[in-house]
């Protein structure tokens, strides 16, 4: 089997894969791996990742941050496959933050099994080729005449088996192989990766054991509140703090003058008290005058009329430009127009935001945090307090959901502030009315399209400005917008590159909101926009929506990119996700009667090629049923853990479902206005889809996420199934806003 060079990220990986005290792999310079340590208590610690004590267990740890996804399982799996052990013998313990030993260990964008999933294949196959000559050596026999198999080493001449824990003595005392000429197994002669291996967390979580950041318990701990203003960038000026002071519990109370920085620590008041009840219930209490500042002005409706009005002019600037649009439109045989809009919404993750901090006697900060992005975590705290990274322990708490929002670490520098002023370890919790209000929000939106068709209904042109939201901030020494994470639109986003007539604009809208990433960033707005307008084009011209798209697609295998940070567009698998799709849901070949119908839609996120079939009823109320979604995905040769691979396609359906039908935030004089999921709700039961049918196309590529790419072609799906069904055009979210009714 042929193996390819190991490369400078690998190689770094690869190095610092090194645990203290034990057998410690290292990476040269010339990229060979050396020991460069001793066992410790007697186990085999070949690298940070793996302990096999002498009675055979194996314990893995996982580095990355377990949001829901199933990396915390999925992850160690690899490493087990190439291990070659049995998964029941295989015990995952959560990884502190450890940039040294662990490099990244962020959980975002769908990037920690691409990330990790070659390094790990070669950490398992490291060991094993050690545990494999320990046993020769005793044996007395060639390491190429042994096998292994469900944590032993066999050889097949003499029928001697030995288990690993026997071996790790021996194996301990070896020097590491050289990383380049490790043998990683076929894949055809996996037997772990591709199967369904259920969370090592499920049981835990069934009977209610203590997981969460919300769950953290520490001797002596007190607890916080935390009152923000309710506008956007406002700071409290006083409060009755020496009347919260005498409530019942209460420890103590005091303002924090915070930053202008909407990501960082924002001002407010703290209350910390003997428990999170006492706690919220002075909150109650507090009475604060507040500075609320420019942002008081901004409301929803205003940043609509500013929409409209800078749709009327030239964009701000231009993304993309190709041929001469306007004398393609004017050319054309049919046109169209349209507008599509979004709102900001929240995450609303299950678990609110918190942190435990806790200031030892010595200086040292100890965090615990369900965060997706330790690091990121570990330097706000040093850029925001001046503490040292080294003096900063930071524990990686599961999460109990992120979709993005936990990437964000507002709530751990607030913990640390709290901590700052209390001789205790503190956990700072929020109220759910926090976590809605204070959120780092998907960035609303506005698109104004045009495009048109020739007399063979072919797309020829196409015209897109996009109205975003931006936050002003400090770079480089100069104040600039910067709009909000997925809301800045690329110039190579479908159809651009495909078109030979082409302009996207943007114009960003100044906020005081604080914006942050999203479950598949931009890709889960855009994707609704561009694909139910093509969907447009495509009735406009007469044309089966499948058989438009397909013309749009072309036949190149790649689409190059363009401009410095442009990515190739893999054209050949997006066509047979596409083809699979509307294969396996029977498109054109079912009739539907008034009021049913079938939509399909595609998109390019995260590294992953999905495409989806809806098929919906809609009442003559306008009550929208999604019947049955089809999915078909291209992420690569191996699905690692086909449970989980499920999972998450599932939930990704689930959740683009709930945030198409219901949710949106209001802003007036700067607020929020919904506070709870009585006034912002999310999909319940009786409106999930009633059939979700999952296929998965592999290619000779390497391995990626599935966290993001399922999600963004469902909206666009459904809608244009609603099209079909109604032939009402869904062009504002949530659904709730568009009166689907019919007769």
Not at 445 to 468: E, M, P, Y
Request: glycine share 12%; with cysteine; charged share 20%.
């Amino acid at each position: 089997m042929m193996h390819a060079p190991v490369s400078p990220a690998r190689r770094r990986f690869l190095r610092n894969s090194a645990t203290g005290g034990a057998l410690l792999i290292g990476m040269s310079a010339g990229g060979a791996l050396a020991a460069v340590g001793t066992a410790a208590q007697g186990d085999f610690t070949p690298n940070a990742f793996i302990r096999i004590a002498r009675d055979g267990s194996v314990t893995l740890t996982s580095k990355q941050p377990e949001i829901g996804q199933g990396i915390k399982t999925s992850l160690p799996m690899v490493i087990a496959e190439e291990l070659d052990v049995d998964w029941k013998s295989v015990r995952i313990v959560q990884g502190d933050l450890n940039p040294t030993a662990y490099d990244g260990q962020g959980a975002g964008g769908s990037t920690s099994t691409p990330n990790n999933y070659e390094n790990f294949r070669r950490l398992g196959a490291a060991a094993r080729a050690m545990l494999v000559q320990a046993a020769a050596q005793g044996w007395n026999v060639a390491p190429g005449e042994c096998t292994t198999a469900g944590g032993a080493v066999l050889h097949a001449a003499s029928k001697r088996r030995i288990g690993y824990g026997a071996l790790v003595e021996r194996a301990a005392r070896l020097p590491v192989p050289d990383a380049a000429g490790v043998k990683l197994k076929d894949p055809a002669d996996f037997k772990l990766l591709g199967t369904r291996i259920g969370g090592v967390d499920n049981g835990a979580i069934v009977v209610g054991k203590p997981l969460f950041g919300i769950d953290v318990q520490v001797p002596g701990m007190l607890h916080a509140a935390y009152a923000k203003c309710p506008v956007f960038g406002g700071k409290p000026l006083k409060a009755n703090l020496d009347a919260v002071r005498a409530l019942p519990g209460v420890k103590d109370a005091f303002i924090i003058e915070g930053s202008a920085n909407l990501n960082g620590l924002r001002p407010g008041v703290a209350i910390v008290a003997t428990s999170t009840w006492a706690a919220i219930r002075a909150r109650r209490a507090l009475e604060v005058e507040w500075d609320e500042g420019i942002g008081a002005s901004h409301s929803w409706a205003g940043f609509t009329a500013q929409a409209q009005a800078a749709a009327k002019q030239a964009g701000a600037s231009v993304m993309r430009e190709d041929g001469d649009v306007g004398r393609a439109l004017a050319g054309a045989a049919k046109t169209v127009e349209a507008a599509y809009s979004y709102p900001f919404i929240s995450h609303a993750s299950m678990e609110p935001q918190n942190c435990t901090a806790w200031f030892k006697p010595d200086g040292a900060l100890e965090l615990w945090a369900p965060t997706q992005n330790p690091g990121a975590g570990q330097a706000l705290v040093t850029s925001t307090f001046g503490i040292p990274k080294e003096r900063i322990t930071l524990h990686i708490i599961r999460s109990g959901g992120g979709f993005g929002r936990r990437l964000s670490s507002d709530f751990i520098v607030e913990a640390v502030a709290i901590a700052q002023r209390v001789k205790a370890p503190v956990k700072l919790t929020w109220t759910r009315e926090d976590d809605l209000q204070h959120d780092h929000f998907r960035p609303g939106g506005f698109h104004f399209l045009r495009a048109g068709v020739d007399a063979q209904g072919k797309a020829v042109a196409w015209h897109n400005h996009f109205v975003t939201f931006a936050n002003r901030v400090e770079r480089d020494g100069q104040s600039v917008l910067q709009p909000g994470s997925g809301g800045n639109l690329s110039g190579d986003e479908f159809p651009g590159r495909w078109l030979a007539n082409c302009k996207l604009e943007q114009t960003a809208l100044e906020c005081r909101v604080p914006m942050g990433p999203w479950r598949a960033p931009g890709s889960c707005v855009f994707s609704w926009v561009f694909h139910s307008f093509i969907d447009e084009l495509a009735h406009a011209a007469g044309r089966d929506p499948l058989a438009f798209r397909l013309e749009l697609l072309g036949d190149k295998d790649v689409m190059p990119g363009t401009g410095e940070r442009g990515q190739p567009y893999a054209v050949a698998r997006m066509r047979a996700v596409l083809q699979t799709a509307a294969e396996k849901a029977g498109w054109g070949k079912k009739t539907f009667p008034r009021g049913q119908g079938q939509g399909i839609a595609f998109h390019f996120s995260h590294r992953g090629y999905v495409a989806q079939v809806a098929e919906v009823t809609v009442s003559k109320d306008g009550k929208v049923k999604v019947d049955r979604v089809v999915v078909a995905t291209d992420i690569g040769p191996q699905i690692v853990n086909l449970s989980g691979a499920e999972n998450q396609v599932e939930g990704s359906v689930i959740d683009g479902m709930s945030t198409l039908m219901f949710p949106a935030l209001n802003i007036e004089n700067g607020r929020i206005v919904q506070s709870n999921f009585h006034d912002y709700p999310l999909l319940r039961i009786g409106d999930a889809p009633g059939r979700i049918e999952m296929h998965f196309v592999k290619s000779d590529h390497p391995v990626t996420g599935l966290g993001e790419p399922a999600l963004p072609p469902l909206a666009p799906a459904v809608c244009n199934a609603i099209f079909a069904a109604t032939g009402k055009r869904v062009r504002e979210l949530p659904l709730s806003k568009t009166d689907l009714s019919w007769s």
